[in-house]
């Protein structure tokens, strides 16, 4: 049985001040303390690769799983997060020209001839998740990858239906995903992928 451990980023400074994120965007200082300690719990995993968005936070949160395990981090662009359109980069989420996009990417979705502009749409991310969960069946031995919260869902919910995930299901199940930073989600492979946990993060418990 293959097992996989997806761990989201932790906290940032977008994620803290609600701004749209593109690659560059950092960890805060409690974001860093959050990897430190994701970290500690990684490190007691018999695994044999790591792999990371290559996200700028992603990296940062992946670091400290390198320097405790020895494992080289292997950056993957496939891990990345879905792509909001690049105008929207480090603007107000909750800026109105932001707000009609979203309604106009709701009113649209799963359309796939309606494009605000560079944005990866539903067909783009789903398509990039069946191929990231076929990269992990192929590699060898049990792996870590530190990716983010809404890619994370999208891989937990192509898992749970069977590699058939539709954009009417997705549309009903993304909001119902909580992914907490460097919260681990863990999903094996035997003849097919399964889920085994969601968003545990028992690391914080006190």
């Known amino acids: 049985m293959k097992k996989v451990y997806l761990v989201r980023h932790g906290e940032t400074t977008h994620n803290l001040e609600n701004l749209v994120q593109d690659g560059t965007t950092e960890l805060t200082s409690k974001g860093r303390l959050q990897a430190d300690i994701v970290a500690k719990r990684v490190a007691n995993l018999d695994f044999t690769n790591l792999i990371a968005s290559d ?66 749409i539903f067909s783009d991310s789903s398509k990039r998740a069946v191929e990231a969960l076929n990269y992990l069946k192929n590699m060898t031995g049990d792996t870590v990858v530190v990716s983010h919260g809404h890619f994370i869902r999208m891989l937990t919910a192509t898992v749970v239906l069977d590699g058939e995930l539709l954009s009417s299901e997705w549309d009903k199940m993304y909001k119902g995903f909580i992914a907490s930073n460097t919260g681990i989600t863990t999903i094996v492979f035997e003849d097919r992928w399964r889920l085994l946990n969601f968003n545990d993060h028992a690391h914080f418990a006190e």
Do not use: M
Request: hydrophobic share 25%.
């Open 55 to 120: 996200y700028l936070r992603a990296l940062q949160t992946a670091e400290p799983i390198e320097k405790l395990t020895g494992i080289k981090v292997e950056p993957n662009e496939l891990f990345r997060e879905i792509r909001r359109p690049s105008k929207f980069f480090n603007k107000d989420r909750n800026s109105d020209e932001f707000q009609q996009y979203l309604i106009d990417d709701k009113n649209n979705f799963g359309n796939n001839e309606w494009r605000h502009s560079d944005e990866e």
